[in-house]
Nanobody, 125 residues
Framework: QVQLVESGGGLVQAGGSLRLSCAASGFTFSSYAMGWFRQAPGTEREFVTAISSIGGRTGYADSVKGRFTISRDNAKNTLYLQMNSLKPEDTAVYYC??????????????????WGQGTQVTVSS
């Protein structure tokens, strides 16, 4: 079965860094566009960043541009999110997602078919 499993979340101080991973299985990873979304308490799920199937193109929400970096290793079926200069407003559950048969950057959550269980990121002040 298709599985996406996030890891790497935790508690960090403002200004710190964290690296999230998403291990994929059960599908042809290299043929899927991938993305990261997040949801804070009392808010709707929001787009964070996305990457094309081969990794040549990326897109970022304005709130994280310059601080977060998305990458993928198709040989390892793994998606990454490097988060630097973390702020308390980055606190949320972070989800990775896969969009089948899409090669470019995908920012609409409706285009994603598979989702991970999420990992909690908490940034203290």
């Amino acid at each position: 079965q298709v599985q996406l499993v996030e890891s790497g979340g935790g508690l960090v101080q403002a200004g710190g860094s964290l690296r999230l991973s998403c291990a994929a299985s059960g599908f042809t990873f290299s043929s899927y566009a991938m993305g990261w979304f997040r949801q804070a308490p009392g808010t709707e799920r929001e787009f964070v960043t996305a990457i094309s199937s081969i990794g040549g193109r990326t897109g970022y929400a304005d709130s994280v541009k310059g601080r977060f970096t998305i990458s993928r290793d198709n040989a390892k079926n793994t998606l990454y999110l490097q988060m630097n200069s973390l702020k308390p407003e980055d606190t949320a559950v972070y989800y990775c997602a896969a969009a089948p048969r899409r090669l470019g950057v995908v920012m609409d959550s409706y285009d994603y078919s598979y989702w991970g269980q999420g990992t909690q990121v908490t940034v203290s002040s």
